[in-house]
């Protein structure tokens, strides 16, 4: 089983017939297969929604993955509609409302604290509605790991409580211990790590911090959630999981022996799970040639795919579904809105796309739809449309139809 979505053109062009395009298409099948692979790392094992929060993809994850990592109340209720019990699931985000941690608090999710303000805050309102919170303490460690493109660790950060503040953390964590159920910690090191050794380093960074906690304050915790960024580029590099499960388990095996504590480990990965089992498809409308160049046009862009556009990161990979086959050519492919930020493709070489063709933007399972500017310039949303290799995934009995809207 492949582990990224594929579509013959006869399939392409049944899926553009019957959904019209431009359309998001995400196979269900490679996600599982994605999510299989993930198990070699021997971890409790949680999905980002915010990758893809798509109903039918929640749905799909459930009895696949472990639990969710939610970032808002609207995540945390899309988890709940699609059948997720409030214990599997774990709430991070710096700006986390009144109402969204009494809620968390109120159901039994787990929070993650991004700051001693929180943290106060949390002990406040578990006291007032007399409920213990389950929390891990989400940690800015002061190391820096280059090998995450997207380093979010070890300078000023919005995210997690900085290493030089754990001792006052763990000080708070002991005076509100009767309201404060302490899980363990929490470092999401970034986006974008290809390295096993990178990822190794970050690892080795949060173990010294739980080592640190233990030691010098007494405070031992259960499980350590080592958050996401597990790397997919366009051009087929990604993070071998397997290797990273193997280094991660040596690591952790270390480390009980060393402590004596049956430490377990936790994942919230999102990119590595879902970007190849989707594609975004649009249609050739135009072409034209101006002043060397030729553009390519098509009826979708930056307002439905705003990471196709190399704006967040470097561009992805274009293929040509209708003619795979055809001639190499170097065109300039963007979409149809009224500014230059709006190019998918500039001077790549695909084979030859014309009027009518299908194109796709590969590894566009992930912060795809929910992370663009759909409704710049009034054009219609592209449909979800979700298949299971070769066949379209079923809707479950009582799931809502599959417009736009409904995911
Ligand atoms: C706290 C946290 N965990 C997990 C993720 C998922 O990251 P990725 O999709 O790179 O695996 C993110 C992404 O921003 C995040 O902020």
């Known amino acids: 089983m492949s582990t990224r979505l594929e579509l013959s053109p006869e399939r392409a062009q049944a899926l553009a017939e019957r959904h019209g395009t431009p359309f998001y298409v995400y196979d269900l099948d490679v996600l599982r297969a994605r999510v299989g692979r993930a198990r070699a790392l021997n971890a409790t094992l949680l999905y980002a929604v915010k990758a893809n929060p798509n109903l039918e993809v929640l749905r799909a994850l459930r009895g696949a993955v472990d639990g969710l990592d939610v970032a808002s109340l609207g995540e945390l209720e899309r988890a709940l509609a699609c059948g997720w019990a409030p214990e599997q699931l774990s709430f ?56 995450y493109r997207v380093a979010m660790t070890g300078g000023p950060s919005p995210f997690g409580i900085d290493e030089e503040e754990l001792p006052l953390a763990a000080a708070a964590l002991r005076r509100h211990a009767q309201v404060l159920d302490f899980d363990g910690l929490h470092v999401h090191p970034g986006g974008q790590c290809t390295s096993v050794g990178g990822f190794g380093t970050a690892v080795a960074a949060t173990l010294d911090l739980t080592e640190r906690l233990h030691r010098e304050h007494g405070l031992v915790a259960r499980r350590v959630n080592f958050g996401g960024g597990f790397g997919v580029l366009g051009d087929g590099q990604e993070l071998d999981v397997e290797a990273a499960g193997q280094r991660l388990e040596a690591m952790l095996t270390r480390y009980r022996a060393a402590t004596g504590q049956a430490l377990e480990a936790v994942l919230e990965l999102g990119r590595w799970l879902v970007a190849p089992a989707g594609l975004y498809v649009a249609r050739v409308v135009s072409e034209k040639r101006s002043r060397g160049t030729h553009f390519t046009v098509l009826d979708g862009g930056l307002n439905h795919h705003l990471g196709a556009t190399g704006l967040l990161g470097p561009r992805l990979p274009l293929i040509n579904l209708s003619r795979p086959a055809a001639p190499r050519v170097t065109r300039s492919v963007v979409g149809p809105l009224c500014t230059p930020l709006d190019t998918l493709g500039l001077d790549v070489e695909l084979p030859e796309p014309r009027v009518g063709d299908l194109l796709a933007v590969v590894n566009s399972g992930a912060y795809g739809y929910s992370f663009s500017p759909l409704h710049f310039l009034g054009h219609a949303l592209p449909a979800e449309v979700l298949i299971a290799g070769d066949r379209d995934e079923p809707r479950p009995p009582g799931a809502p139809p599959r417009s736009p809207a409904a995911s």
């Open 92 to 147: 991070a985000g710096p700006g986390k409302t009144p109402l969204e941690l009494a809620e968390a608090v109120a159901r039994g999710v787990l929070v993650s604290v991004e700051s001693l303000r929180e943290l106060e805050d949390l002990a406040a309102l578990a006291a007032t509605h007399s409920r213990r919170a389950r929390i891990r303490l989400r940690l800015n460690p002061s190391l820096r790991v280059q090998a």
